[in-house]
């Protein structure tokens, strides 16, 4: 434009300008992105200021994370689907058309990863485990590892996560760590567990012991199973028959019984681990079948001499 000055006199003068009309110093106030966390659903406002409103808002450089968007009104959301940080530039424009940009950076993080059950319950030795674990918060299918401890000898976790196995190690607590990695192969939860392996089931076997005869050799040979061999065997309550013996390694009980009688007592067999089983027995000594001989005698005759032998 021109202007143009008049004086008193009306002399003038004129002179041309130009007048630069400039943006406003527009500024994107949001300083950073709070983190997210992968399938979790996501929402942040971003801001500006020093401009005229309404803002529209554009990603200038750089992506968002799929999952992600940026609305025109500044909101990025949704449920990000990828892990790691995503560097952008946002670019908000004045209702002039002035703008400003700001350089931000997201991270999406893993989710918690939980297995379940939280422990186990008690496994026994020589007898058949199974458990199945589970995990959730991240994305199927999982990978199942130990990562730390010892599982019982005779055990065995698979990657799908099933703890299984006939336990033969000695009883005692076995502690051990089990991660679950998700399908993303970066994202995993661990959880520590503690198994309880306790004595199997013992059993004595026979039930009852046959009569024993006075004078006779007796033999009975006892058998435990449910253990883990060797076994050793011995009489805690009660006393056997006299003449009886009872051997510590191989559970014979046999001798030669001098006395008729009824005994009651009580075996016990102890495993390599020390797990017991008792049975409690009574075993009765008879007397031998004793025949008189002969089966009948000779007539006699009045006033004459008699004789006849007997023997047993």
């Known amino acids: 434009f021109t202007v143009r000055a008049t004086d008193a006199y009306n002399c003038q003068s004129t002179r041309s300008y130009t007048l630069v009309l400039n943006c406003p110093p527009v500024a994107v106030t949001t300083s950073s992105l709070a983190g997210g966390v992968q399938y979790t659903s996501y929402s942040q406002t971003l801001s500006a200021n020093a401009g005229t409103a309404p803002y529209t808002w554009t990603i200038s450089s750089g992506a968002l994370p799929t999952g992600l968007n940026l609305s025109s009104g500044g909101v990025i959301s949704g449920s990000p689907s990828q892990l790691g940080t995503f560097n952008i530039t946002a670019r908000a424009q004045d209702a002039n058309g002035c703008a400003a940009t700001r350089n931000l950076s997201l991270t999406i993080a893993c989710p918690v990863i939980t297995l379940t059950p939280t422990s186990l319950s008690e496994a ?54 089990v991660q679950a990695t ?131």
């Open 124 to 177: 026994q030795v020589n007898v058949a485990y199974s458990q199945q674990l589970s995990a959730t918060g991240g994305t199927a299918p999982y990978t199942f590892t130990r990562t730390s401890g010892v599982l019982p000898a005779g055990m065995t976790l698979t990657s799908q996560g099933l703890l299984f196995g006939s336990p033969t190690s000695a009883p005692g607590s076995y502690a051990f760590t």
């Open 182 to 312: 998700d399908a993303s192969g970066t994202c995993s939860g661990s959880q520590s567990y503690t198994l309880v392996l306790k004595c199997g089931v013992l059993a004595l076997s026979p039930a009852t012991f046959s009569n024993a005869t006075v004078g006779s050799s007796y033999s009975a040979s006892l058998l435990t199973s449910g253990g883990t061999a060797p076994y050793t065997y011995s009489v805690s309550a009660g006393s056997l028959p006299a003449g009886l013996s009872l051997a510590p390694t191989t559970g014979l009980l046999s001798g030669t019984p001098t006395t008729a009688t009824t005994a009651s007592f009580t075996i016990e067999s102890r495993d390599a681990f020390d797990c017991v089983a008792t049975r409690a027995y009574t075993l009765t000594v008879v007397c031998p079948s004793i025949t008189v001989v002969p089966d009948s005698l000779p007539d006699a005759y009045y006033n004459l001499p008699y004789s006849q032998l007997l023997t047993a």
